[in-house]
C-alpha cells in the first residue's frame, strides 16, 4: 500500500516538544524565544517541511510559537498535531473542541496531520477515530494518525477508518537504537506493508545518542531517572561505533549518524532541537545513507547492550 502523500520527499522532520516545555526540557533555562525563532528559521533554509507538535507541548506554547513563525514561513510545511484523550474528557464532543483550541493556537485553518497522542483514557478507540473522521470529513485536518498503538490498537483503528473510507497515515512510536521493540512484535511490518509512515520519536534517546552524555555526566531531571549511570556505562560500546561510523562519512557526528540509521529503516525520525547549533547538525543527517553493513554492525550492538540479563 502506498503511503499518504504528506510524507512524500519527507526525509526528515522535527519535533517541538521542547518548545516552551519547562517541566522535561527547562524551556527559558538555557535556552529562550531566540533559539527556538531561530531553529525554526535554520529548519526551513535547509528544507525541513515536516513540523510535529502537540496540544500539550509546553501546555499550547509549542503551538503559539509555530502559528508565530509559520505567519513568515516562505513556503508551504506539513503540520502535524495531537489530540489527548485524557481520562476526563468524557465526551466525543471533547475531539473537535481541542482540535479547534490547535486551530486557534496554530493560527492555521486546518493541520495536515492529526494524531492521537496515545491510547489512554476512558472512552473506546473506535470513539475517538470516529471524532476523528468527523473532522477529517469537515476538511480540518488531511490525514489522521495515531500515536503509541501497538499493534492491535493499530488494526482497530485501520478497520473504523476504512468503514468510512478514510487510510490510517501513521503512527508515531518511540524508535532508536535503544528502542526497538517494534522492529521485533510485529508492528513496523504490518505498518510498511499497510502504507502507515511510522514517525520515529526521540530518535536520539532524547539525546544520548549524540553522545555528550555519559557516566560521568548523566542529563539531570526525568530523563536522568531512565537514562541512569549505570546504563551510560552499559550503552557505551554502542556509542564508540556511532562515533566511529560518523567518520567514516566525512565526520557526522554521533546524532547524525543515529538518527540516519532510523532513516535507513525506513521511518520518518522528527528529532527534536533547542538551539541553532544543534539543528544545524541534525539537518545533516539526511540525503546520505549508511552503508548495510554499518546499520548491521550498529543493529548487533545495539541488541548487545539493550539485552536484559
Ligand atoms: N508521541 C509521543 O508520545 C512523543 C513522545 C516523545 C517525543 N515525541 C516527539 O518527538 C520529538 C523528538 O523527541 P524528543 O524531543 O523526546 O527526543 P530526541 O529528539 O531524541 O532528543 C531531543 C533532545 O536531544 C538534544 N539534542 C538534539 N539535537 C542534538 C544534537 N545535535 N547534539 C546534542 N544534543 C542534541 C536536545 O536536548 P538537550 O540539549 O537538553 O540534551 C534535544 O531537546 C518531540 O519533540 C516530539 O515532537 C512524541
Known amino acids: 500500500m502506498e503511503e499518504n502523500k504528506i510524507f512524500k520527499d519527507v526525509e526528515l522532520g522535527i519535533g517541538t516538544w521542547a518548545w516552551g516545555d519547562r517541566l522535561v526540557w527547562n524551556f527559558g533555562q538555557g535556552y529562550s524565544d531566540q533559539d527556538i525563532v531561530e531553529t525554526f528559521q535554520i529548519s526551513i533554509d535547509n528544507g525541513i517541511r515536516f513540523f510535529d507538535t502537540a ?3 509546553g501546555q499550547g506554547r509549542s503551538e503559539q510559537f509555530l502559528g508565530r513563525l509559520l505567519k513568515t514561513c516562505p513556503v508551504p510545511v506539513v503540520l502535524a498535531t495531537k489530540f489527548m484523550p485524557y481520562p476526563w474528557r468524557l465526551s466525543p464532543s471533547a475531539l473537535p473542541k481541542a482540535l479547534k483550541a490547535s486551530l486557534a493556537r496554530l493560527d492555521l485553518p486546518k493541520v495536515q496531520l492529526y494524531q492521537m497522542h496515545m491510547p489512554i483514557g476512558l472512552l473506546p478507540i473506535k470513539t475517538w477515530i470516529n471524532q476523528m473522521a468527523e473532522v477529517y470529513d469537515a476538511g480540518l485536518i488531511e490525514a489522521v494518525g495515531v500515536s503509541n498503538y501497538d499493534l492491535n490498537q493499530t488494526i482497530e483503528t485501520e478497520k473504523v477508518l476504512q468503514a468510512r473510507g478514510i487510510p490510517l497515515a501513521s503512527n508515531q512510536l518511540e524508535y532508536h537504537l535503544l528502542e526497538r521493540r517494534i522492529e521485533k512484535n510485529g508492528l513496523m511490518q504490518h505498518c510498511k506493508e499497510a502504507g502507515i509512515k511510522i514517525i520515529a ?6 539525546g544520548i545518542l549524540s553522545g555528550k552524555y555519559g557516566p560521568e555526566n548523566p542529563p539531570s531531571g526525568v530523563r536522568g531517572v531512565q537514562y541512569n549511570k ?11 561505533a556511532i562515533k566511529k561510523i560518523g567518520l567514516n562519512h566525512d565526520g557526522k ?11 535507513c529503516k ?3 525520525p522528527i528529532p527534536g532541537a533547542k538551539n541553532a547549533g544543534q539543528i544545524e547538525q541534525n539537518v545533516g543527517s ?6 548495510e553493513e554499518e546499520v548491521a554492525l550498529l543493529d548487533e550492538l545495539s541488541d548487545s547492550v539493550t539485552k536484559k540479563d
Not at 539526511?286 to 552503508?291: F, M, P, V
Open 286 to 291: 539526511a540525503g546520505w545513507k549508511l552503508t
Open 201 to 206: 520519536y526521540s530518535p536520539l534517546a532524547m
Open 253 to 263: 557526528t554521533a546524532a547524525q549518524v543515529a538518527i540516519n540509521w532510523v532513516i
Open 266 to 268: 525506513g521511518a520518518l
Open 230 to 240: 549505570e546504563f551510560l556505562t552499559r550503552i557505551q560500546p554502542l556509542i564508540r
Open 55 to 57: 496540544e500539550i507541548y
